[in-house]
């Protein structure tokens, strides 16, 4: 059994910054990549930012430059930063890791979502 879980996020004006962390615990042997999606109201869920095994990294055009991802393989952790907020980045952000167990089963595990809010 496996379980992300995401902290941070909150309520920031524009221009400001934020981090949100995922961290993922239970039968892991790797994990495989780490990632973020965000669904703002009314519109469909999109990728934000996905960093693989190899810390390669591929962003949404909306967030280059302005968004960050990291991973802690040791505590297998991925860290969203997130500066020059702006208004239209507000959404529910989602993390997700693709893991596969000892068993060698692999699966996309989903966190629980954090709001991130930007007042303009």
């Known amino acids: 059994q496996v379980q992300l879980v995401e902290s941070g996020g909150g309520l920031v004006q524009a221009g400001g910054s934020l981090s949100v962390s995922c961290a993922a615990s239970?039968?892991?042997?790797?994990?495989?990549?780490m990632g973020w999606y965000r669904q703002a109201p009314g519109k469909q869920r999109e990728l934000v930012v996905i960093?693989?095994?190899?810390?390669?990294?591929n962003y949404a055009d909306s967030v280059k430059g302005r968004f960050t991802i990291s991973r802690d393989n040791a505590n297998n952790t991925a860290y969203l930063s997130m500066n020059s907020l702006k208004p239209e980045d507000t959404a529910v952000y989602y993390c997700?890791?693709?893991?596969?167990?000892?068993?060698?089963?692999?699966?996309?595990?989903w966190g629980q979502g954090t709001q991130i809010t930007v007042s303009s």
């Open positions: 239970g039968s892991i042997f790797r994990i495989s990549s």
């Open positions: 960093i693989g095994s190899g810390d390669n990294t």
């Open positions: 997700f890791a693709t893991i596969v167990s000892p068993s060698g089963y692999s699966g996309r595990y």
